[in-house]
């Protein structure tokens, strides 16, 4: 059937309204923990069925043994769902007790993006599902890490929730992904970054307010200045090792700088060599902050 996937001990389909009172039940014997980083509303479940559409899916797991309880293993939603040239969506979820903690939500969340990656009319046809969690919460980014989710960064006060301080606050989020080409994914699966690298020709003087470490903090990346306790090869074998790259700030040969930065694993022909300049203006870091992201992206 559409949008229904089964596995070895959960089942996972679209709500109806046989499912609310177990609904009801599942989500008021959770509320306590689900607490921390959400707002269960044990009501709620007509309010979802009557919001399904072809941009917002709902997703529930029932185990295929419920042991006597009332069988809710969990539940995702698909939302904010954009076609045509994006086709990608964000998932929420919630396990609900006794199942919680058990293994049957990651089955159920497994086969949920089964559908979700899945050709119409079974699945939704999209290309990549993206979710947000609070730094915090551990358990919830373990679970995505294990079914393959690659973490590709962080948004400031994301979304209005509760959090571990027990209030309701504009809260933090890192952004994991997974896409449809990689799926299924490897569990834990590590998505290497573009390395980058950029040279400032500068005296080894420390001046926190120069060009070599407003980029360093602009790109994210070390920054490895050449002076009487870092000597010029060992500066360029700390960047060689440096799975992220990082800024160079040293005076010397155009020879001696072609020939450390090849031996760091970069081609000296795409780095950018920047001139130390008097003042260091916030825009002029953010450009040449850009400009070497942008030089590096045309060499993949």
Known sequence: MPLTATGGDVEVRPPTEADVAAYREAVTRSTRRLSRFSVPDPENLPAVIAAQSPTYRTFMMWARDPEGDHGLVGRVNVSNVVFGAFRSATIGYDAYDPYAGQGLFAEGLGLALDLAFDDPPRGMGLHRVEANIQPTNTRSAGLVRSLGFVHEGF?????????????????????????????????????????VAAVVRASPVWDPAGLAPLLAAELAVPLYTA??????????????????????????????????????????????????????????????????????????
């Open 155 to 195: 948004s400031r006060e994301f979304l209005h929730l509760p959090g571990v301080d027990g209030r309701r606050d504009w809260r933090d989020h890192d952004r994991y992904a997974v896409l449809a080409t990689d799926w299924p994914a490897v569990p834990y699966r590590h998505q290497a970054g573009r390395r």
């Open 227 to 300: 002076g009487p306790e870092l000597a010029l090869p060992v500066l360029f074998e700390l960047l060689r090792v440096s799975p992220v790259g990082g800024v160079v700030e040293c005076r010397t040969s155009d020879a001696e700088l072609r020939m450390g930065l090849a031996r760091a694993r970069f081609d000296p022909a795409v780095v950018p060599v920047l001139d130390q300049v008097e003042s260091v203006s916030r825009a002029r870091v953010a450009r040449t902050a850009l400009e070497t992201i942008a030089a590096f992206a045309a060499t993949t």
